[in-house]
């Protein structure tokens, strides 16, 4: 039987965890990645995997051609030249376009106990080559709040928890909630959050850490943490519209 993890990171534990997600064994069925469905090729050009040794560990967008957005803790401790971003392709066992890490920042706030400003940038040492199935994602010049707001979520997550690593990329709806009950999902939470929850059995799990939420063409959010996996609690997103002012400051964009 399994005991629940607490509001310690849901997908945070990359760091802590990452042995085990990136060393995690593929899966060769398509089945759903708690409550999502495969992509299709080229559907989400935008997203990349981030690998450590050949093992995927966290998901990442790209926001130009030198500069990936993701967690600050899938990146948190590591070697500026320690990780390989993979675009282009919606599997894990072939295809895509590999870029070699040059430098890693982290958001200078960012703290591993409250899991807070967990975001971070990535420069590649060469400029990516976009196709059509390569291409940035638009960042937020407002805020998001709206309404029953709906996003999609994309990521190589574990199917279950535990689970094992789909080979091929997932994909899912996600409701936001409302601000004020994501800030009563814990103390963790801050104004510079996004809540989604879905029911039970829909939602973010490990590997998913650091992948882009999108609504409407735009990423509003980047996976954090939550309770894994998909067990009727919040997802927890960091707010990318909070920290729009510090990645054009260090990317340029």
């Given at each position: 039987?399994?005991?629940?993890i607490s509001a310690?990171?849901?997908?945070a534990?990359?760091t802590i965890?990452s042995s085990?997600?990136a060393?995690?064994d593929?899966e060769d069925?398509?089945?759903?990645?708690v409550g999502?469905?495969s992509?299709?090729?080229?559907?989400f050009?935008?997203?990349?995997?981030?690998?450590s040794?050949?093992?995927h560990?966290?998901g990442g967008?790209?926001?130009?051609?030198?500069?990936i957005?993701t967690?600050?803790?899938?990146?948190y401790g590591?070697?500026?030249?320690s990780?390989?971003?993979?675009?282009?392709t919606t599997?894990?066992d072939n295809?895509?376009?590999s870029?070699q890490?040059?430098?890693?920042?982290c958001?200078p706030s960012?703290?591993?106990i409250?899991?807070r400003?967990?975001?971070g940038l990535?420069?590649?040492?060469k400029?990516?080559?976009?196709t059509d199935?390569v291409q940035?994602?638009?960042?937020?010049?407002?805020d998001?709040?709206?309404?029953?707001?709906?996003?999609v979520?994309?990521?190589?997550?574990?199917?279950?928890y535990?689970?094992?690593?789909?080979?091929e990329l997932q994909?899912?709806t996600l409701?936001?909630?409302d601000?004020n009950?994501?800030?009563n999902?814990s103390?963790r939470?801050t104004?510079s959050?996004?809540c989604t929850?879905?029911?039970?059995?829909?939602?973010?799990c490990?590997?998913d850490?650091g992948?882009p939420?999108?609504?409407e063409?735009?990423?509003i959010?980047?996976?954090?943490w939550?309770?894994?996996?998909a067990k009727?609690?919040?997802d927890?997103?960091?707010?990318?519209?909070?920290?729009?002012?510090?990645?054009?400051n260090n990317?340029n964009v």
């Amino acid at each position: 039987m399994l005991r629940p993890i607490s509001a310690v990171s849901l997908l945070a534990l990359s760091t802590i965890l990452s042995s085990t997600v990136a060393t995690a064994d593929v899966e060769d069925d398509t089945t759903k990645i708690v409550g999502g469905t495969s992509a299709k090729d080229g559907q989400f050009p935008y997203q990349v995997s981030l690998r450590s040794k050949n093992r995927h560990f966290c998901g990442g967008s790209i926001i130009n051609e030198r500069w990936i957005l993701t967690a600050a803790h899938c990146l948190y401790g590591s070697n500026n030249d320690s990780v390989t971003v993979v675009a282009g392709t919606t599997t894990l066992d072939n295809g895509g376009d590999s870029y070699q890490s040059l430098r890693l920042i982290c958001h200078p706030s960012y703290s591993q106990i409250l899991i807070r400003n967990d975001i971070g940038l990535i420069e590649v040492e060469k400029p990516i080559l976009f196709t059509d199935k390569v291409q940035p994602v638009a960042l937020p010049i407002e805020d998001s709040d709206k309404p029953d707001q709906t996003a999609v979520l994309s990521g190589w997550g574990t199917t279950s928890y535990p689970g094992k690593t789909p080979n091929e990329l997932q994909h899912i709806t996600l409701s936001v909630i409302d601000q004020n009950e994501c800030l009563n999902t814990s103390f963790r939470v801050t104004k510079s959050n996004i809540c989604t929850l879905n029911k039970m059995g829909e939602g973010a799990c490990h590997g998913d850490s650091g992948g882009p939420l999108v609504s409407e063409k735009v990423q509003i959010g980047i996976v954090s943490w939550g309770t894994p996996c998909a067990k009727g609690k919040p997802d927890v997103f960091t707010r990318v519209f909070s920290y729009v002012d510090w990645i054009a400051n260090n990317t340029n964009v």
